[in-house]
């Protein structure tokens, strides 16, 4: 409790000449309305008190604030804002000092930004994340950075928003100094020194050197912003961002302000905000079990063993050896052994040649590696993955040999992205400790992580497996055991619609064109091309499943990208579309007899998302998924959605869920297949009134 309200402590140091205000809101210091009154009053009492020659202002714990209460969004906004709070600061008189402790973000970072002067912590980082919720720093953020850090800095720094090290601020002129030692001790120091020297306040409003050469030059704006647009895609923030900076410089500061206000009201209120700030929420969502018993731990992971050195394998064992914790690679032959550590090696180059990792940094990724032909190293791991060929003889037979060597209580998790994890978990003998981990190719970079919780798999196993994966920097959704879990059986609905259209009348760059626009990084065919499209054509053979074109392109010895030959022909990398598959494409539809018609763009669209959605509604109702957003996260973090569409179930709400129920049933009708008939629980949501989001738990704050 402060002495102010319960967020803001006032108190005074040196017989009362420096006032230091703390802003204690835990967990992240988010800058909610009673923190702001309450710094509103300390600054005044801090202003008022004749005694009080200097101000220190810092937070708690790991943040200084981790920027505006998001949860306050949407709600009628409160007096005082931030901006109030910040124009209190520039009133000010007596030199005010932010002492960085912690993270510094968004209206956290402006409020720094706000004071004279900025120490940080060495740990400390400061950034402009807001456009990762939709929106802009709309607090005088995108005015100041500009002014402090130069015009291209702050580009980079807003539009990527990505926090910089204490550092890299220091670099950038963000901060004035990174002391070593105690920060509010230094801090302290600051103050009294900048009293007794009468040093002039420096307000960032009013440092001009750094935009002058903008204003001179305003090429630096457009060189800087030029790759944040071009990846921008119907993405409105950026566009906001990169207007409001522009301000900086072309407009006096006041009216700068102005117009970044009312950009910002512009974005809070709009669809792609809401749909963002969805996301921030039901990625913490998914981590959270309702099941799960109080008290239960996960448990300590010291070292991990990788069964499997090839693509999939190398790149998991990449995720722990890039935190620091050391992994054994098992294979059986040295050669695929050595072959996974040279693509280890190898994407770690890449890595550096990008400017991305220091040779210092590799050196001790690759040490916290350790290859082995010796099966026996199993017993190291407090968790072993199984990244083995996708087949279920192999992955029974490696499991029971896994639970003959593994040590007691270890974590065994498979790496399947189609097989039934309960079958696997009872080739052992302790199926509790058996949990899927699924990861997405390449393993080092996809950021999401589909936990499949086993019927027989333990809370512990559970809990286990989903800190695991937060530590190794995953975004985790939880699955239920069903064939491809959330993502892969969602997407098997739209591959049939996918060749269906193709079947039907359009080519593949028509498809791919529209789900690209929609915001998919690619479409469907270009995605079959690079994953290499004899995987799929293996698992259909398996099953006794035909897919005609898909099949045909395969018999031709076309498997995507790596044959330079697949839905489209390949120069490097690069997609051309293939009159020989327009070929293919017209022969499988006139066997079928299926006399091919124009496609509009529309029915393209609704043909590759709403059987999707259908899925999710059935994945839902099956309790495979816990929440709707649970399969949002799962499709932007696994699968590219676009996350300012907010996945596919929030979308649905957006589209309206008897819109989809009726085109859906029209679809199944006009092609008789019984799985595009909408799902139950679509029929009885729309017969309620309601929609996926009402089937929701916990806040949502949009
Ligand atoms: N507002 C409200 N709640 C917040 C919050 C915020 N700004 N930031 C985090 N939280 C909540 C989380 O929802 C979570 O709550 P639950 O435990 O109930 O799920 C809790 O704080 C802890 O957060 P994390 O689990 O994310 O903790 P972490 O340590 O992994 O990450 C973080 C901390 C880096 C701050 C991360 O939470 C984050 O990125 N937060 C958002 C930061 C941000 O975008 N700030 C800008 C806000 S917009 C703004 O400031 C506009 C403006 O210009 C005025």
């Known amino acids: 409790m402060g002495s102010i309200n319960a967020s803001v402590d006032f108190s005074t140091r040196d017989e009362g000449r420096i006032a230091l205000i703390v802003m204690d809101n835990p967990p992240v210091n988010a800058l909610k309305h009673e923190l702001r009154a309450g710094l509103v009053a300390a600054l005044a009492k801090a202003a008022a008190d004749a005694a009080v020659q200097a101000v220190v202002l810092t937070g708690t ?38 002492a960085v402790n912690g993270q510094a973000l968004g209206g956290g970072c402006e409020l720094a930004l706000g004071c004279h002067w900025r120490l940080a912590a060495a740990s400390a980082r400061l950034g402009l994340p807001e456009i990762k919720l939709g929106l802009l720093p709309g607090a005088g953020g995108t005015q100041r950075l500009p002014r402090l850090a130069g015009v291209a800095r702050a580009v980079e720094i807003i539009l990527s928003g990505n926090p910089v090290s204490a550092a890299r601020a220091l670099a950038d002129g963000i901060v004035d100094a990174v002391p070593e030692g105690d920060l509010l001790e230094a801090a302290l120091a600051f103050a009294r020194q900048a009293v007794a020297a009468g040093r002039p306040l420096r307000r960032a409003r009013d440092v001009t050197d750094k935009i002058e050469a903008a204003r001179a030059d305003p090429k630096i704006f457009e060189t800087a912003a030029a790759p944040f647009l071009r990846r921008a895609r119907g993405e409105q923030a950026p566009q906001s961002c990169a207007r409001a900076v522009r301000g900086a410089f072309e407009l006096p500061f006041e009216e700068g302000q102005k117009q970044e206000l009312a950009l910002f009201l512009e974005l809070l209120q709009g669809e792609q905000s809401r749909a963002r700030r969805h996301v921030f929420f039901a990625e913490r969502e998914a981590q959270k079990i309702p099941d799960m018993p109080a008290g239960v731990q996960p448990k300590p992971i010291a070292r991990a063993v990788v069964v499997g050195a090839g693509t999939m394998g190398g790149g998991i064992a990449m995720c722990f050896a890039n935190v620091g914790i050391p992994v054994t690679i098992v294979e059986t032959e040295q050669a695929a052994l050595d072959r996974g550590m040279a693509r280890i090696a190898d994407n770690y180059r890449t890595t550096i040649a990008r400017g991305n990792l220091t040779q210092a940094e590799m050196d001790k990724r690759m040490a916290a590696l350790t290859p082995s032909l010796d099966f026996a190293r199993v017993a190291e791991g407090d968790i072993v993955i199984e990244a083995v060929f996708e087949e279920m003889g192999l992955k029974q037979k490696l499991f029971g040999d896994l639970d003959r060597v593994a040590k007691p209580g270890a974590l065994l998790a498979t790496n399947t992205s189609t097989l039934d994890v309960d079958v696997i978990a ?7 400790d058996v949990v899927g981990m699924h990861f997405f190719s390449p393993a080092n970079v996809m950021k999401l992580l589909e936990v499949v919780r086993g019927k027989a798999t333990s809370h512990e196993a559970l809990a286990t497996a989903m800190a695991v994966g937060k530590r190794i920097g995953k975004i985790v959704a939880v699955s239920g055991v069903c064939d491809g879990f959330i993502g892969n059986r969602m997407l098997a609905r739209r591959s049939t619609e996918s060749e269906r259209l193709l079947l039907e009348g359009a080519l593949p760059q028509d498809v791919d064109a529209v789900v690209y626009d929609f915001g998919f990084p690619m479409g469907p065919f270009a995605m079959g091309d690079l994953a290499g499209l004899d995987v799929g054509w293996r698992i259909r053979k398996g099953r006794g499943i035909t897919a005609a074109i898909s099949d045909a392109l395969c018999e031709a010895g076309r498997f995507g990208q790596k044959t330079g030959a697949g839905y489209y022909r390949y120069d490097g990398r690069t997609p051309t579309p293939d009159p020989e598959v327009e070929r293919i494409i017209l022969e499988a539809a006139a066997r079928a007899g299926i006399t091919r018609r124009a496609i509009s763009r529309e029915e393209i669209l609704e043909r590759m998302v709403y059987p999707m959605i259908n899925e999710g509604a059935r994945i839902l109702d099956e309790g495979i998924a816990m929440r709707p957003s649970d399969i949002d996260v799962v499709w932007i973090y696994g699968y ?11 979308y649905a709400d957006s589209v309206g869920l008897r819109v989809i129920r009726d085109r859906l049933a029209a679809y199944a009708e ?33």
């Not at 109030?84 to 005010?96: F, H, N, Q, R, S």
């Open 426 to 432: 009872r080739s052992t003998a302790r199926p509790a």
């Open 61 to 98: 714990g790991r943040f200084f604030s981790a920027g505006a209460d998001i949860t306050e969004f949407g709600q009628p906004r409160r007096a005082p804002s931030l901006i109030d709070v910040i124009v209190e600061l520039d009133a000010m008189t007596k030199p005010v000092i932010a």
């Open 670 to 702: 006009r092609s008789g297949d019984a799985s595009l008939r909408p799902a139950a629980l679509l029929e009885r949501l729309v017969a309620e009134g309601r929609d996926f989001a009402s089937l929701a738990t916990g806040k949502t704050g949009t």
């Open 640 to 650: 590219g959605w676009p996350a300012w569409r907010g996945g596919p179930m929030w």
